[in-house]
């Protein structure tokens, strides 16, 4: 089979490594196609050099602008490359206006899509990731889903059950393979960091970080629980030019520039409590069995709090404050791994695109 693969954003990038290396290895055609959303060295090219993804196929670069734009801009110039590839099937992850733009062009030229992290939903339409989950899982021809909830969540949207394959968490797949390599990352010493003795930091939804109010009560609380434990906080462009402009900015914490996978996965795994906004984190810290505090109302992972170590803050900083002391004084969790977080997730995923090919 040919499987054509969308990378856009950060995200995409470990989610799409492991499914390609499996792909070559089982003697399919894997191509790639980046839209080009994430551009900057340390928010794209650092993942594709850890993660030893192959150069894409094509490369849209379509860059930064609002999301009609930018949307915009990946299904016009994905159109014509998608027809000239010529896929048996494309495979779209996660929720970035990437994944909704490539679905969409697909959809409207009759191009199988496949929807790998399909049927998550934090119900919450003020986010434009549930947009872009809601409308790709409408429209996507299968939907290959990371856990029982998001089977659920398809059903009752009155998905059939022929659309909808669970397969597991693809990223988990990213981490096991490259957990060895993060063992030897020396991101502990150059930060001047001791393991188990510090937090990491990461904010980037612009429900967070585009309210200067919102913003600024966040970090009055990552001040307070800097007293207790050293907080590093790798920090996203769009996060960087929003504190740059409020007073006191990022005192008490210690912020670094973007990191690559290998360097972030080292510092997760040897940190003592995880403050973020992130939806990939809450997995990664489940699995690694870290103290997560989830700076959000909502979570479209709720299987990181009912089988794993997160508990949903808010933004209200005496709670972020509060939730994090109470996750500092209790030893890390002894949970289970959920099901299907297992390193495989590859493999289920080429077994459904392969079985469901065969019998269209
Ligand atoms: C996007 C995704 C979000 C994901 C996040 C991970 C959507 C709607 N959002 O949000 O789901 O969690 O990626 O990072 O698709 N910028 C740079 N360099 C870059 C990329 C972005 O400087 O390489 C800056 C630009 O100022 C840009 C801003 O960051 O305008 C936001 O980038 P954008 O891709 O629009 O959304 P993210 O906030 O990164």
Same mark, same amino acid.
């Given at each position: 089979?040919?499987?054509?693969?969308?990378?856009?954003?950060?995200? *995409?990038?470990?989610?799409?490594?492991?499914?390609?290396?499996?792909?070559?290895?089982?003697?399919?055609?894997? =191509?790639?196609?980046?839209?080009?959303?994430?551009?900057?060295? *340390?928010?794209?090219?650092?993942?594709?050099?850890?993660?030893?993804?192959?150069?894409? &196929?094509?490369?849209?670069?379509?860059?930064?602008?609002?999301?009609?734009?930018?949307?915009?801009?990946?299904?016009?110039? !994905?159109? #014509?490359?998608?027809?000239?590839?010529?896929?048996?099937?494309?495979?779209?992850?996660?929720?970035?206006?990437?994944?909704?733009?490539?679905?969409?062009?697909?959809?409207?030229?009759? +191009?199988?899509?496949?929807?790998?992290?399909?049927?998550?939903?934090?119900?919450?339409?003020?986010?434009?990731?549930? +947009? *872009?989950?809601?409308?790709?899982?409408?429209?996507?021809?299968?939907?290959?889903?990371?856990?029982? &909830?998001?089977?659920?969540?398809?059903?009752?949207?009155?998905?059939?059950?022929?659309?909808?394959?669970?397969?597991? *968490?693809?990223?988990?797949?990213?981490?096991?393979?490259?957990?060895?390599?993060?063992?030897?990352? &020396?991101?502990?010493?150059?930060?001047?960091?001791?393991?188990?003795?510090?937090?990491?930091?990461?904010?980037?939804?612009?429900?967070?970080?585009?309210?200067?109010?919102?913003?600024?009560?966040?970090?009055?609380?990552?001040?307070?629980?800097?007293?207790?434990?050293?907080?590093? !906080?790798?920090?996203?462009?769009?996060?960087?030019?929003?504190?740059?402009?409020?007073?006191?900015? =990022?005192?008490?914490?210690?912020?670094?520039?973007?990191?690559?996978?290998?360097?972030?996965?080292?510092?997760?795994?040897?940190?003592?409590?995880?403050?973020?906004? =992130?939806?990939?984190?809450?997995?990664?810290?489940?699995?690694?069995?870290?103290?997560?505090?989830?700076?959000?109302?909502?979570?479209?992972?709720?299987?990181?709090?009912?089988?794993? =170590?997160?508990?949903?803050?808010?933004?209200?900083?005496?709670?972020?404050?509060?939730?994090?002391?109470?996750?500092?004084?209790?030893?890390?969790?002894?949970? #289970?791994?959920?099901?299907?977080?297992?390193?495989?997730?590859?493999?289920?995923?080429?077994?459904?695109?392969?079985?469901?090919?065969?019998?269209?």
């Amino acid at each position: 089979m040919h499987i054509l693969s969308i990378v856009g954003a950060r995200p *995409n990038f470990m989610k799409v490594a492991p499914l390609i290396r499996r792909l070559k290895a089982r003697g399919h055609v894997a =191509s790639l196609v980046h839209t080009g959303q994430h551009y900057d060295a *340390n928010m794209s090219d650092a993942f594709f050099r850890d993660l030893g993804m192959p150069d894409p &196929d094509r490369h849209l670069g379509v860059g930064s602008g609002s999301h009609a734009q930018q949307t915009a801009k990946v299904m016009a110039a !994905f159109e #014509p490359i998608v027809q000239e590839l010529a896929p048996d099937v494309v495979v779209v992850v996660g929720d970035v206006n990437s994944t909704l733009a490539c679905t969409l062009v697909c959809s409207k030229l009759r +191009i199988p899509v496949a929807h790998v992290e399909a049927g998550l939903r934090s119900r919450d339409r003020d986010m434009p990731e549930e +947009i *872009n989950r809601l409308v790709t899982d409408c429209i996507a021809d299968l939907l290959l889903t990371p856990s029982p &909830d998001a089977d659920e969540n398809l059903r009752a949207e009155g998905v059939e059950d022929s659309r909808i394959v669970r397969v597991g *968490n693809i990223m988990i797949d990213s981490l096991v393979d490259q957990l060895p390599r993060a063992e030897d990352s &020396d991101v502990l010493e150059r930060l001047g960091l001791n393991a188990g003795k510090y937090g990491v930091v990461t904010l980037h939804r612009p429900s967070n970080v585009d309210n200067p109010e919102v913003l600024g009560g966040i970090l009055d609380a990552l001040r307070d629980v800097a007293r207790e434990v050293p907080l590093v !906080f790798p920090c996203h462009p769009r996060t960087r030019a929003r504190l740059e402009a409020l007073p006191g900015g =990022s005192d008490g914490l210690q912020l670094t520039e973007p990191l690559g996978y290998i360097d972030f996965m080292a510092l997760v795994a040897r940190s003592r409590i995880v403050l973020t906004d =992130s939806g990939g984190l809450q997995e990664e810290t489940t699995w690694h069995r870290i103290p997560c505090v989830t700076i959000r109302e909502n979570t479209e992972r709720p299987i990181t709090i009912t089988e794993g =170590s997160n508990v949903l803050a808010g933004t209200d900083p005496a709670r972020i404050r509060d939730l994090s002391m109470q996750a500092l004084q209790k030893p890390c969790g002894e949970h #289970p791994t959920p099901s299907l977080w297992d390193g495989k997730t590859a493999d289920r995923i080429i077994d459904a695109l392969v079985g469901w090919h065969e019998q269209r």
